[in-house]
């Protein structure tokens, strides 16, 4: 018997022992095509010789040291190497241990600024349902999952949600992308006027919608919007790549591709590619500087935070991510995940949608195709679909629909940038058996 609390209390684990590349092992001799990078994490696969060498280097030369009293060379390094790839204006970087935290920290700057700049009435925060921003408080409340907050619901700072940008479910029949996104982006400034304008402090999305609903890209000239509603109020715009960012999308940050910056950028996951639990705060120069030239100080800090190892270890992920020219085999890839994925599913009865970007792929089921109505959620077709899967050797994130059908369930596939043809054909393959096995 487990003394650990899994996630789940009722269920049983296979123990990983090993990993090699795209694949992890268990006890039992058992190996896993990693398809979904754990939850995006694994970006080079497992035991990469050189990230593991970059660690034993630190580790030799210096575990810790708290950040109250230095700083050290990884993190200096970490903080130069995110800065000159950052999109436009993002001038400082504020490390912490993962994607949660990193979403507390940009919530709390946020806050931060508005008191710094004479905005104290400037608190509420506006976000977007069918999203995850992650578990802690501030993140859960910020998240649009309603499932995950119910419980916790009267522990929750008050949010605004919206809807997503989410042309599968939500996109009128007849009408046209731009007048979606149109549509879409004008529910940000309906809320941003309800609310008051004078009271509204961030905007935080996901560039590239991840685990609550999978996969989901925001239609062209949405983001362009959102960036222009919140300039024209004065609200900060917060993205949050903690998923879909650091080359999942084929492009460092997936907001490249939508041609807007943020004023705040979260990033984690493949920063680190799950070496060391590491995630950052990409900060804009002037929220920067209404801190340094006002009270001096971001009153924030974890023990961890800026810790060398996992510094290290997002310095060396990243140096591999440029040296072996991978974002090209994300893009490349990701166009033959995707075709592949077409050909095998598109037919699939219960297939509704195949969508993503780069090596960041979801598919979503659905009870009726023409309808779009989901399954009943008490089924939970995507634990079967995980089950069966992982009975076939392959792991894929899946995640549930909703009983009011404001989404389905779905599978969502983020293998490591180093996959091959042969390696997506082996997914896609047993991909397709499991979902067959599992309707
Ligand atoms: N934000 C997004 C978009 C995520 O997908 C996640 C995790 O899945 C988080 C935040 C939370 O990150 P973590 O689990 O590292 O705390």
Redesign the pocket.
């Known amino acids: 018997m487990t003394r650990l609390l899994y996630r789940t209390a009722r269920a049983t684990l296979p123990v990983a022992v090993g990993g090699q590349g795209i694949e992890l092992i268990d006890s039992e001799g058992r190996r896993y095509i990693d398809a979904s990078g754990g939850?995006?994490v694994s970006c080079l696969g497992h035991q990469h010789p050189d990230v593991l060498a970059a660690l034993h280097a630190q580790l030799d030369r210096l575990a810790y040291a708290h950040t109250g009293f230095f700083t050290s060379e990884p993190a200096e390094q970490l903080a130069e190497r995110l800065v000159a790839d950052a999109p436009p204006g993002l001038e400082r970087v504020y490390l912490v241990?993962?994607?949660?935290?990193?979403?507390e920290a940009a919530l709390k700057m946020a806050r931060q600024y508005m008191v710094e700049t004479g905005q104290p009435q400037r608190r509420h925060v506006i976000a977007r349902r069918q999203?995850?921003?992650?578990?802690?408080l501030g993140?859960l409340a910020t998240?649009g999952n309603a499932g995950r907050r119910a419980a916790f619901q009267p522990l929750l700072i008050d949010t605004h949600h919206i809807d997503p940008c989410y042309a599968y479910r939500l996109r009128e029949p007849g009408e046209s992308e731009a007048a979606y996104a149109a549509r879409a982006a004008q529910a940000l400034e309906d809320r941003i006027l309800d609310i008051g304008p004078e009271r509204v402090m961030a905007f935080v999305a996901?560039t590239v919608?991840?685990?609550t609903a999978g996969a989901i890209p925001p239609v062209a000239d949405y983001l362009k919007r959102i960036r222009a509603i919140c300039d024209r109020y004065g609200v900060l715009l917060i993205l949050?790549?903690?998923?879909?960012g650091m080359g999942r999308c084929g492009t460092l940050h997936a907001c490249e591709q939508d041609g807007v910056s943020p004023d705040l950028m979260?990033i984690?996951?493949g920063l680190g590619g799950g070496y060391q639990?590491i995630?950052a705060v990409l900060l804009s120069g002037r929220i920067f500087d209404a801190f340094a030239n006002g009270s001096g100080a971001f009153m924030h800090g974890h023990t961890y935070m800026g810790h060398p190892m996992a510094a290290a270890a997002g310095l060396a992920v990243q140096d591999i991510l440029r040296r072996d020219g991978l974002l090209a085999n994300v893009t490349a890839m990701g166009e033959i995940l995707r075709q592949r994925l077409v050909e095998r599913l598109g037919d699939t009865p219960h297939v509704g949608d195949i969508r993503g970007r780069g090596l960041f792929r979801a598919v979503e089921l659905v009870a009726d195709r023409t309808t779009r109505a989901p399954f009943d959620p008490s089924l939970k077709l995507h634990a079967r679909i995980k089950h069966e899967a992982m009975a076939r050797g392959l792991m894929v994130y899946p995640a549930g629909g909703t009983a009011d059908g404001t989404r389905g369930d779905h599978v969502l596939l983020a293998p490591p940038f180093i996959v091959t043809p042969g390696d997506i054909d082996r997914i896609v393959d047993r991909l397709g058996d499991a979902i067959d096995a599992a309707l």
């Open positions: 939850a995006a241990s993962g994607g949660s935290e990193a979403i999203s995850y921003h992650g578990n802690t993140a998240g996901e919608v991840g685990a949050d790549e903690v998923m879909c979260t984690a996951k639990p995630g």
